[in-house]
């Protein structure tokens, strides 16, 4: 266990500096209500014969007083269950839908991914569709011509360039949209579940812009259903539920609270707590690679041994916690695993008193071929109720590389003998 006076870790010091950083979003008691028809009259023939039938509506209220701020460089996340706001919340901040009172400031330029194919014509081709979508991000049209190969390249769709997007599969469409918005390079993105869309290979590129984005101190808000990619990437995060906020700040305790929300008196048929029970067992304070040297890596050398780092906080008194770590491929499958029991690292009782500080380190002999791999942590504990709670967390993603690459993920080593048998003539 680290002592008591070891530093504090990288993401606590930018949550600190980012209160500090100037307000690019502020929202003031926002409201957002929808009147909704209770009889729909769709066709001419309903018109006809009912001309002067009254059409009651209903009102959906979607936002009720949210306010909050966005600083510079921050990655704000919004959750919430289906039908809480959350989109409602983004489109009102891209100005898709108009508020009905509060107040909205916002600096800077302004690129959302929102919703599939908004801001696109789909009689226009995709040359045509970049550029009209630059100019309405800002920039100049002579500007916009001229990012278009970063687009398409990021996108992968040059070949498909001057074809109309309404022949382009909702795939194709999603790459494009994500790529306008990247190479705007604009000071705030608005991004909703952008990650629950296409190929395992684009969310990992996804992934992999939002972490350059952030290192530049790029400023994003975020709309998921994902707790992981919160926890991974999110300094502070907001809980919608009923179109009112529930919650604003720890992005742990936005997460814990979206699983309550969830999964709250969960029960099997026979009326038992379920067997497993999403939860937030821990803070992750820190997770780092490091090579045979000690020395923080981000990439790992193939066929060289190195260790694994994880330094987390307890955030409850957690009974026989035990750690289990996966590494994925690209697409998304388990390639190997280890665990970690705490009672094997204290030796003693199996509790973890809230607040106390556990780091794992896990001496690897690397067996992996070269290319992008994952690591993903399980971490489960025992609850009064018979129940296991599982925390599931994204830590990190690493290239292994090297010369040897090779089919699969892993090479393997073993004693091969050929021998070559003469056949007897008849």
């Not at 970063?150 to 109309?164: C, G, I, N, T």
């Not at 048929?269 to 939860?279: C, L, N």
């Not at 035990?322 to 009672?343: I, P, R, T």
């Not at 556990?358 to 489960?380: D, F, H, K, Q, T």
Request: proline share 3%; glycine share 8%; net charge negative.
């Amino acid at each position: 266990m680290p002592a008591d006076d070891d530093p504090v870790p990288s993401n606590v010091n930018r949550r600190a500096h980012l209160r500090h950083e100037p307000v690019l979003i502020e929202v003031r008691d926002l409201h957002k209500t929808f009147r909704i028809p209770d009889q729909r009259v769709d066709t001419l023939k309903e018109r006809v014969t009912h001309p002067l039938r009254q059409i009651e509506y209903r009102e959906l209220k979607a936002l009720r007083g949210i306010s909050f701020d966005v600083h510079q460089g921050e990655f704000f996340g919004i959750v919430g269950r289906n039908g809480s706001g959350k989109s409602t919340l983004l489109k009102v901040l891209a100005s898709i839908y108009r508020a009905d009172s509060g107040r909205i400031r916002m600096a800077g330029r302004l690129a959302p991914f929102i919703e599939l194919g908004v801001g696109f014509n789909a009689e226009l081709t995709a040359r045509e569709n970049v550029e009209l979508n630059g100019v309405m991000m800002g920039l100049g049209r002579r500007e916009a011509r001229r990012r278009l190969d970063s687009v398409l390249d990021f996108a992968e769709l040059a070949e498909f360039v001057d074809l109309k997007l309404k022949n382009y599969s909702s795939g194709m469409m999603v790459r494009l949209a994500f790529a306008v918005m990247v190479q705007a390079d604009a000071d705030v993105m608005l991004v909703d579940e952008v990650l629950a869309v296409g190929d395992a290979a684009f969310a990992q590129k996804c992934t992999d812009v939002f972490r350059e984005k952030r290192s530049a101190g790029k400023t994003l808000v975020l709309v998921t259903h994902d707790m992981a990619s919160v926890q991974a990437f999110c300094d502070r995060a907001m809980l919608i539920h009923d179109g009112e906020q529930r919650f604003l700040g720890d992005p742990e305790e936005a997460a814990l609270r979206y699983y309550r929300l969830n999964f709250a008196g969960h029960r099997d048929g026979d009326g038992q707590a379920t067997v497993s029970v999403p939860d937030v067992n821990v803070n992750l304070l820190d997770v780092w690679l490091e090579d045979e040297s000690g020395t923080r890596v981000d990439n790992v050398e193939q066929s060289k041994t190195f260790r694994f780092n994880l330094l987390a906080e307890a955030r409850q008194e957690m009974n026989a916690p035990v750690f289990n770590f996966h590494c994925l491929n690209m697409d998304g499958h388990w390639v190997f695993a280890f665990s970690k029991a705490v009672e094997e690292i204290s030796g003693e009782p199996q509790l973890v008193a809230a607040g106390k500080r556990i780091r794992i380190v896990a001496e690897i002999e690397n067996p992996l071929v070269p290319g992008r791999y994952a690591l993903e942590c399980w971490i489960s504990r025992s609850r009064d109720e018979g129940a296991m709670a599982i925390h599931i967390l994204r830590l990190l993603d690493f290239f292994v590389f090297g010369t040897k690459p090779g089919a699969g993920n892993i090479a393997m080593t073993g004693d091969v003998e050929t021998v070559i048998e003469t056949a007897g003539l008849h």
